[in-house]
């Protein structure tokens, strides 16, 4: 699914719902606790499976993210160079490491990667893409969602957030858009308000 088709789930029980269809799967906890990390911290799918353990260890109250993929530009058209971007870590964010931290302690790859599946396989490598997409795109089918995919987390934060009336400005600065509109695009709010309003204004069978 391409990032922009994948679905923005609206409420934090239908987040919660996604999640513990994640939790069923006993062989690992990582596709859970990724889930959660995406949607607390409301960070690009690519950052996050990249955060390490030492990011976390005690005393650090933020995640400090060098650059996250996406370039941002300035209204000459001229790239932005990219802010540190701090996140605050919070005590979700540290029971997530933990239950991760109990999880790889017995596997043979313990590697620096907090979203590793640290099995031998894996080499201690962050988990794939693919993966990732196939377990949530499975686990949301099962909650009753469809087109959830690797971005439905942090696209989900925004969207609960727009819908309980934060402010436009504030939701784009948290996931690093450079305007407004493209957050509610994002979001998946431009659509959905177009539909409507296709349906409101409508001469209806009677033009």
């Known amino acids: 699914i391409m990032g922009n088709a994948m679905v923005a789930l609206k409420t934090a029980d239908e987040v919660k719902a996604v999640s513990a269809e994640l939790a069923r799967n006993t062989k690992t906890n990582l596709f859970r606790c990724l889930w959660a990390m995406q949607f607390e911290s409301a960070l690009r799918f690519s950052d996050v499976v990249k955060l390490t353990w030492d990011q976390f260890a005690e005393g650090k109250t933020h995640l400090i993210i ?88 942090r696209k989900s934060k925004g969207r609960i957030m727009f819908e309980n009336g934060k402010p436009l400005e504030h939701i784009s600065n948290l996931l690093g858009h450079s305007n407004p509109a493209s957050t509610l695009f994002y979001i998946g709010f431009t659509q959905e308000t177009a539909d409507t309003l296709a349906g409101e204004f409508s001469l209806g069978e009677e033009w």
Do not use: W
């Open 66 to 153: 060098i650059q996250q993929k996406k370039t941002r530009k300035g209204a000459d058209g001229k790239p932005i160079k990219p802010q540190p971007l701090r996140v605050a870590i919070t005590p979700a964010m540290r029971s997530i490491v933990q239950a991760r931290r109990e999880e790889a302690a017995d596997r043979p790859c313990f590697g620096d990667y907090i979203f590793s599946l640290s099995d031998l396989r894996s080499k201690g490598q962050p988990v794939s893409h693919n993966a990732v997409l196939t377990e949530y795109g499975k686990c949301g089918r099962r909650a009753g969602f469809q087109d959830v995919g690797s971005h439905t987390p």
